[in-house]
């Protein structure tokens, strides 16, 4: 089993930047795909970023490339998501998922853990 706790949400202004990190315990992080998810209201789940295992191979929702940034640091079990030139419709709670797979997911379906979420609120 996987315990995925994410942290670093908050309130941010529209063009600002903000780090959300996920930490995991329980299984050998190493040996998870991981991933960063979102939901608005009202709306159904996006993937917004994606890395596999070595964090060699990175995918990124049309949405965010060039403004958002996942890593990894595997000796510290926990995966990040960097976030710049922030907008309003970047609002949502932002969900860490994993997956015991050395390919990267594209679908929620794909993830058997989930972490909580964590708030993320672009606002003036």
């Known amino acids: 089993q996987v315990q995925l706790v994410e942290s670093g949400g908050g309130l941010v202004q529209p063009g600002g930047s903000l780090r959300v990190s996920c930490a995991a315990s329980?299984?050998?992080?190493?040996?998870?795909?991981m991933a960063w998810f979102r939901q608005a209201p009202g709306k159904d789940r996006e993937l917004v970023a994606a890395?596999?295992?070595?964090?060699?191979?990175?995918l990124y929702a049309d949405s965010v490339k060039g403004r958002f940034t996942i890593s990894r640091d595997n000796d510290r079990n926990t995966v990040f998501l960097q976030m710049s030139g922030l907008k309003p419709e970047d609002t949502a709670i932002y969900y860490c998922?994993?997956?015991?797979?050395?390919?990267?997911?594209?679908?929620?379906?794909?993830?058997?853990?989930w972490g909580q979420g964590t708030q993320v609120t672009v606002s003036s």
């Open positions: 998922a994993g997956r015991t797979s050395w390919l990267i997911g594209r679908k929620e379906g794909d993830y058997a853990y």
């Open positions: 329980g299984r050998t992080f190493s040996g998870l795909a």
């Open positions: 890395i596999n295992r070595e964090g060699s191979s990175l």
